[in-house]
């Protein structure tokens, strides 16, 4: 069992940028962020392969937000620039078995307990 734990959250006028890291406790394969607005369903951001060549983004993230990872420090990062106030929620990383990354949240099986993230206007 792998635990996760997500850092970088905070206060951010619009515009502004971000980095959020999710250490892990060990080797992780695939591993992909979600996010939850208040009142809403949490939904994918982004995710990566173990080998960090393959991504995936949300189309509402795409040229703004960059995943990234170092293997040997068993972290992936999420860089977050051009943040606008709907971007506000609790970030989350999870990591999956599959080797690729996925949008899906039942491909992930272990959750870190999330950073919140908040754009003012």
């Known amino acids: 069992q792998v635990q996760l734990v997500e850092s970088g959250g905070g206060l951010v006028q619009a515009g502004g940028s971000l980095r959020l890291s999710c250490a892990a406790s060990?080797?992780?394969?695939?591993v992909g962020w979600f996010r939850q607005a208040p009142g809403k369903e949490r939904e994918f951001v982004a995710s990566?392969?173990?080998?960090?060549?393959?991504?995936l983004y949300a189309d509402f993230v795409k040229g703004r937000f960059t995943i990234s990872r170092e293997n040997a420090k068993n972290t992936v990062y999420l860089r977050m620039n051009s943040l606008k106030p709907e971007d506000t929620a609790v970030y989350y990383c999870?990591?999956?078995?599959?080797?690729?990354?996925?949008?899906?949240?039942?491909?992930?099986?272990?959750w870190g307990q999330g950073t919140q993230v908040t754009v003012s206007s």
């Open positions: 999870a990591d999956s078995p599959r080797t690729y990354g996925s949008r899906l949240q039942s491909d992930y099986d272990y």
């Open positions: 060990g080797r992780t394969f695939s």
């Open positions: 990566i392969g173990w080998s960090g060549v393959s991504t």
